[in-house]
C-alpha cells in the first residue's frame, strides 16, 4: 500500500467568522496575507518533511474559499517538486472541465513531471459544485469538457515528432507541441475521483486509479462498479493499486490525544459543506440518478457504517467517524487494525489518501502524527497482504 499525505492548506483562522458560506462570497478582508504566508509555509514544511518520512504526497485546488488556499495547484506542484526527492506526487485535482486552456495545462504537468524526474500522479477531476460560479462554466457542459481537455492533454504528452491541431467542440489550437515533454512514458499515471458507481464504470473502462472520498462503508458499491467495468474491458480483474480512498488519520500512544487530533482534523467535514444556498448545486452539475441519490441521502456529506447506519459527517462525533471508516483513529495498532479492515470491506484498495493534517490541528500534532504513522502503521501496511483481487471481482 502506498499512503499520500493531504492538507487543504486552509486558512481556519476566519472560520469562525462566516455568516452562513466559507466559499464564493466569503469577502477576502477576512484573509491575513501575513497569516496566510506562515500557514502556507508550514504546509509545505510538512509535506517537505513526508519525504523523509516515507510517505508520499497529495495537493489539491479549490477557489474563492477559506476552507483551501490552494487555487493554483501547480504553484504547490512545483514547490513540492523541486523540495523532495522520494515521494511520489500525486495532484487530485485538477479541474480541466474548468480550465480555460488545457494546452498550458498540459505544459505545466509536463513540466512538473520532469522537475520531479517522473514522480508525477496527474488527478484530472471535475470538481466541486462550488467551482462553477467561480470558474463561471455551464454546468450542463463541464463533462464533455473535461474529456475534450483529458484526450487533448494526453495527446500533447504523446505526440513528439511532429506538431499538431487541434479543432474541438471546446478547444482549438495550431502548432500544439509540449516542450519540455514528459518524463514518465507515455505519460504521468492518471487518477480521478468519484461518489457515483456511473463514474466509476468509466473509469474502469479507461483502467485508471479511481479515488473515492469519505464515502465510508459505501465505497464497496462504488469499487465493484468499477471491477465489473474493468473485467469487461480488460478480461482480468483490477489490482489494489487501482483503488484509492482519502481517511482522515489521527494517531497516538495516548488514546485522548488521538481522538483530540482526530476532532481537530475533522474540521475539515465540518466546515467543507457551509456554503450559500445558490451555490450546492447548479442544475445539471449532476445526472439526475446521481440528483436522486442525494435526496435520499446516500452520497457525501452523508456516510455509511458497516451495520448500514447513515452518518452526517458534518455533525458526526469522533466516534461515528471511526464506525464509518471516514476517520482512522487510535494508537498505531488501532489505526492499523481499523485501515486493514476498511480495505478487506471494500475488498482491497491500494492508496490510501492520508489526511493527516485538517483544520485547527497544529504544526507540532502533525508532525508527531505523520511521525508516529509513519514509523509504526506504515511499514506494516506496506507489508500487508491485499485481499485476492480475482475474488473480489467474482463476488462483484
Same mark, same amino acid.
Given at each position: 500500500?502506498?499512503?499520500?499525505?493531504?492538507?487543504?492548506?486552509?486558512?481556519?483562522?476566519?472560520?469562525?467568522?462566516?455568516?452562513?458560506? !466559507?466559499?464564493?462570497?466569503?469577502? *477576502?478582508?477576512?484573509?491575513?496575507?501575513?497569516?496566510?504566508?506562515?500557514?502556507?509555509?508550514?504546509?509545505?514544511?510538512?509535506?517537505?518533511?513526508?519525504?523523509?518520512?516515507?510517505?508520499?504526497?497529495?495537493?489539491? &485546488?479549490?477557489?474563492? #474559499? $477559506? #476552507?483551501?488556499?490552494?487555487?493554483?495547484?501547480?504553484?504547490?506542484?512545483?514547490?513540492?517538486?523541486?523540495?523532495?526527492?522520494?515521494?511520489?506526487?500525486?495532484?487530485?485535482?485538477? %479541474?480541466?472541465?474548468?480550465?480555460?486552456?488545457?494546452?498550458?495545462?498540459?505544459?505545466?504537468?509536463?513540466?512538473?513531471?520532469?522537475?520531479?524526474?517522473g514522480?508525477?500522479?496527474?488527478?484530472?477531476?471535475?470538481? =466541486?459544485?462550488?467551482?462553477?460560479?467561480?470558474?463561471?462554466? *455551464?454546468?450542463?457542459?463541464?463533462?464533455?469538457?473535461?474529456?475534450?481537455?483529458?484526450?487533448?492533454? =494526453?495527446?500533447?504528452?504523446?505526440?513528439?515528432?511532429?506538431?499538431?491541431n487541434?479543432? /474541438?467542440?471546446?478547444?482549438?489550437?495550431?502548432?500544439?507541441?509540449?516542450?519540455?515533454?514528459?518524463?514518465?512514458?507515455?505519460? +504521468?499515471?492518471?487518477?480521478?475521483?468519484?461518489?457515483?458507481?456511473?463514474? $466509476?464504470?468509466?473509469?474502469? &473502462?479507461?483502467?485508471?486509479?479511481?479515488?473515492? @472520498?469519505?464515502t /465510508?462503508?459505501g465505497?464497496?458499491?462504488?469499487?465493484?462498479?468499477?471491477?465489473?467495468?474493468?473485467?469487461?474491458?480488460?478480461?482480468?480483474? +483490477?489490482?489494489?493499486?487501482?483503488? $484509492?480512498?482519502?481517511?482522515?488519520?489521527?494517531?497516538?500512544?495516548?488514546?485522548?490525544?488521538?481522538?483530540?487530533?482526530?476532532?481537530? =482534523?475533522?474540521?475539515?467535514?465540518?466546515?467543507?459543506?457551509?456554503?450559500? !444556498? %445558490?451555490?450546492?448545486?447548479?442544475?445539471?452539475?449532476?445526472?439526475?440518478e446521481?440528483?436522486?441519490?442525494?435526496?435520499?441521502?446516500?452520497?457525501p456529506?452523508?456516510?455509511?457504517?458497516?451495520?448500514?447506519?447513515?452518518?452526517?459527517?458534518?455533525?458526526?462525533?469522533?466516534?461515528?467517524?471511526?464506525?464509518?471508516?471516514? @476517520?482512522?483513529?487510535?494508537?498505531?495498532?488501532?489505526?492499523?487494525?481499523?485501515?486493514?479492515?476498511?480495505?478487506?470491506?471494500?475488498?482491497?484498495?491500494?492508496?490510501?489518501?492520508?489526511?493527516g493534517?485538517?483544520? &485547527?490541528?497544529?504544526?507540532?500534532?502533525?508532525?508527531?502524527?505523520?511521525a508516529?504513522?509513519?514509523?509504526?502503521? !506504515?511499514?506494516?501496511?506496506?507489508?500487508?497482504?491485499?485481499?485476492?483481487?480475482?475474488? $473480489?471481482?467474482?463476488?462483484?
Amino acid at each position: 500500500m502506498r499512503v499520500y499525505h493531504f492538507s487543504e492548506q486552509a486558512y481556519y483562522p476566519a472560520w469562525n467568522e462566516h455568516s452562513g458560506t !466559507l466559499r464564493v462570497t466569503f469577502p *477576502n478582508r477576512k484573509c491575513d496575507p501575513r497569516v496566510a504566508a506562515d500557514l502556507l509555509h508550514r504546509y509545505y514544511d510538512e509535506w517537505q518533511l513526508c519525504d523523509e518520512l516515507g510517505l508520499d504526497i497529495m495537493l489539491n &485546488e479549490h477557489h474563492q #474559499t $477559506a #476552507t483551501c488556499m490552494s487555487s493554483s495547484v501547480v504553484i504547490g506542484l512545483g514547490i513540492v517538486a523541486r523540495a523532495t526527492k522520494r515521494s511520489r506526487i500525486l495532484v487530485l485535482g485538477y %479541474p480541466i472541465g474548468h480550465r480555460p486552456d488545457p494546452l498550458r495545462a498540459a505544459e505545466e504537468l509536463s513540466t512538473i513531471d520532469v522537475i520531479s524526474r517522473g514522480r508525477l500522479d496527474m488527478g484530472f477531476i471535475k470538481g =466541486i459544485p462550488y467551482e462553477i460560479a467561480a470558474s463561471n462554466r *455551464n454546468p450542463t457542459e463541464l463533462m464533455d469538457r473535461f474529456w475534450e481537455a483529458h484526450d487533448f492533454i =494526453i495527446k500533447a504528452m504523446t505526440t513528439h515528432d511532429e506538431d499538431f491541431n487541434w479543432d /474541438g467542440e471546446f478547444f482549438q489550437y495550431r502548432h500544439v507541441n509540449v516542450w519540455p515533454r514528459v518524463w514518465q512514458e507515455p505519460h +504521468p499515471p492518471i487518477w480521478s475521483t468519484t461518489g457515483s458507481s456511473t463514474q $466509476a464504470r468509466v473509469l474502469g &473502462e479507461r483502467g485508471y486509479v479511481m479515488a473515492t @472520498l469519505g464515502t /465510508g462503508y459505501g465505497t464497496r458499491r462504488i469499487y465493484d462498479a468499477y471491477r465489473k467495468s474493468y473485467m469487461a474491458k480488460h478480461g482480468r480483474a +483490477p489490482g489494489a493499486d487501482r483503488f $484509492a480512498y482519502l481517511g482522515l488519520v489521527a494517531v497516538s500512544h495516548d488514546r485522548e490525544e488521538a481522538r483530540r487530533r482526530g476532532h481537530l =482534523i475533522a474540521g475539515y467535514l465540518r466546515t467543507s459543506p457551509i456554503v450559500a !444556498l %445558490p451555490f450546492r448545486n447548479p442544475p445539471g452539475y449532476v445526472p439526475p440518478e446521481d440528483n436522486a441519490r442525494m435526496l435520499r441521502g446516500e452520497t457525501p456529506p452523508r456516510t455509511y457504517t458497516k451495520d448500514g447506519r447513515v452518518i452526517s459527517m458534518q455533525f458526526a462525533s469522533v466516534d461515528e467517524l471511526v464506525d464509518s471508516g471516514v @476517520l482512522f483513529c487510535g494508537t498505531p495498532d488501532e489505526v492499523y487494525a481499523q485501515i486493514v479492515d476498511f480495505c478487506g470491506h471494500c475488498g482491497g484498495m491500494g492508496n490510501l489518501l492520508m489526511m493527516g493534517q485538517g483544520g &485547527e490541528l497544529t504544526h507540532e500534532q502533525t508532525v508527531d502524527n505523520l511521525a508516529l504513522f509513519s514509523r509504526e502503521v !506504515l511499514p506494516r501496511l506496506q507489508a500487508w497482504q491485499q485481499p485476492d483481487a480475482e475474488a $473480489a471481482a467474482v463476488a462483484a
